[in-house]
């Protein structure tokens, strides 16, 4: 068995074009990386046994087995002229609706974590913020397809790019999630009206349990306290805001793990940063906090609130004790 049996997927980064791949679950997320030698890097999903490609209603996607890993991306422009939908939401909720019937089809049910691009996120259109357009989508499907809306929800992270279709990769399971929230943050299926006719839907952290390992996922966490932004413009300040809601997140994970602790050394980073001139400044944070091995890829992308200048996600996973 070669690790490329295993491969369940990959994500492409950067500058470039994502054809090496033509079998597999690929995400392009086609925004400039920071700090790196090379303009694109690739990151994979190995699974722990063999698997094959498939698909279905437009869905491509791999399992092993423990996990199917997939994604899906459509062009709005598809969704045009619908009702009083706009092109967006009505691509998120188709989206997301496919993505249910696959999983359930295939034996997969539970949500684990969720990677949402599109263009423009900002963007008002149609007298509404692209972003908050999404999230309307979004909770149609949950809704529609009988899943809660708060509470057990999957990890998520919603970026902005210049531009390309909606771009959405799942990772689900056969077992549920466990999933955290942050004591220090209003839960964003909580956040009050002021940020959009349907909330965001997500969880802060999760919990993910496969025969031996447990997987750590942190969404994508930026410097809001309660429900509001803290430190406008302020890009150190925010970075640092952060860390203090990750390190939140690392001691809810300890009350709920089945493993040793999670340190924030160990974990893998990508740091989403609005400008490009700010990536230095993010750097600086992160390696005083993590460390100067911190593994993180940066990438320059655009957060969901225009008024936050950075966002960071992370991952880590460790030997379930017996
Ligand atoms: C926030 O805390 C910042 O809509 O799926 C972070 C993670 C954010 C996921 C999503 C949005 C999402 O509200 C934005």
Known sequence: MSANDRLLGVTVIGNCSANDWPDLPVQTLAAPLWGRA????TEAWIGLAPAETRELSGVRFRSDG???YGVIEIDEAAFSGRGDETPLQAAAEDVYRRIFRLIDGEGYPYLWRLWNYMGAINADEHGLE???QFNVGRQQAFEGCDRPAEGNVPAACALGVAAGPLSVAF???RTALVPLENPRQVSAYHYPSEYGPRSPLFSRAGLARLPEQELFFI???ASIVGHRTVHPGDVTAQTRETFANISALLAEAEKASRSAPY???ELSYRA???HADDFERVARVVEEIVGPEANVVYVQADIC???LLVEIEAMGSHRIKR
Not at 38 to 41: F, G, K, V, W, Y
């Open 272 to 274: 989403y940063v609005r």
């Open 305 to 307: 609130r225009s008024d």
């Open 38 to 41: 090379t303009e694109c890097m």
């Open 66 to 68: 423990n996990v199917v």
């Open 219 to 221: 969404s994508g966490t």
């Open 130 to 132: 692209r972003y908050r």
């Open 171 to 173: 990772l689900a399971g």
């Open 263 to 265: 340190s924030l050394r």
